[in-house]
């Protein structure tokens, strides 16, 4: 499920600020855009989602791309997006912490099994499950408001799972956490939202499916 969502300003400002940076070479700039660029809006997504604010997320990405473009000479990543989003995760937590003293976090929370994670990474998109299938269907405004109300760090993996399209290896390249812990937190993040969107009936229906 892809949502575009972009503040007009971020991205007509975000651009600018590189094509007048006169201490970079033409070379690194125009690498810059067509490697970086194209996934401002997927920034913004993020930073609207773990901020749920969105003013302050504008501010987040307009720093989070300056930041970006100035270690972009060091970037050796395989995946541009993952490493922008790791910078605009970085923001959104120096951000926060700014606004309330502190970043709140889930501190205990099960990961799979190294065998676990080999067996899931070998069949890596299997066929969606009831969770799946559900915010797909749902309105955008639920799933929005649903997503919303999950605690982190669930909801920055469903985000960046769900709404951006992210693999496993690139969401514990965003996070910084093995990828059990990103299945773990995953898995965990869908049945919050079922139990979200659907009526407490229903979601118990649908999570004791899909265990089975």
């Given at each position: ?5 972009g503040?007009?300003?971020?991205k ?23 490697m ?13 989602y ?17 930041r ?14 993952a490493?922008?989003?790791?910078i ?11 606004q ?43 799933v ?27 969401i514990?390249?965003v ?9 773990s ?12 969107l ?15």
């Amino acid at each position: 499920m892809k949502q575009g969502t972009g503040r007009k300003n971020v991205k007509v400002i975000a651009p600018s600020l590189f094509t007048r940076n006169r201490a970079a070479g033409v070379g690194q700039v125009q690498q810059f855009q067509e490697m970086i660029l194209p996934h401002l809006d997927g920034a913004y997504n993020l930073a609207r989602y773990l901020t749920r604010d969105p003013t302050l997320s504008d501010d987040v990405v307009q720093d989070a791309m300056v930041r970006a473009f100035r270690a972009f000479g060091q970037f050796r990543g395989a995946s541009p997006r993952a490493w922008l989003f790791a910078i605009v995760r970085n923001c959104c937590r120096t951000a926060q912490a700014g606004q309330s003293g502190a970043v709140s976090l889930v501190a205990s929370e099960s990961s799979l099994s190294e065998d676990a994670v080999i067996q899931l990474s070998e069949h890596a998109d299997p066929r969606p499950g009831p969770e799946e299938e559900l915010l797909r269907k749902a309105d955008i405004t639920c799933v929005r408001q649903a997503i919303e109300a999950i605690p982190e760090p669930f909801r920055e993996v469903i985000v960046l799972r769900e709404l951006e399209e992210l693999s496993y290896a690139e969401i514990a390249e965003v996070t910084g956490v093995p990828m059990g812990t990103v299945m773990s937190r995953l898995a965990r993040g869908r049945a919050m939202l079922t139990k979200e969107l659907l009526p407490p009936s229903k979601a118990t229906d649908e999570q004791s499916r899909s265990v089975k």
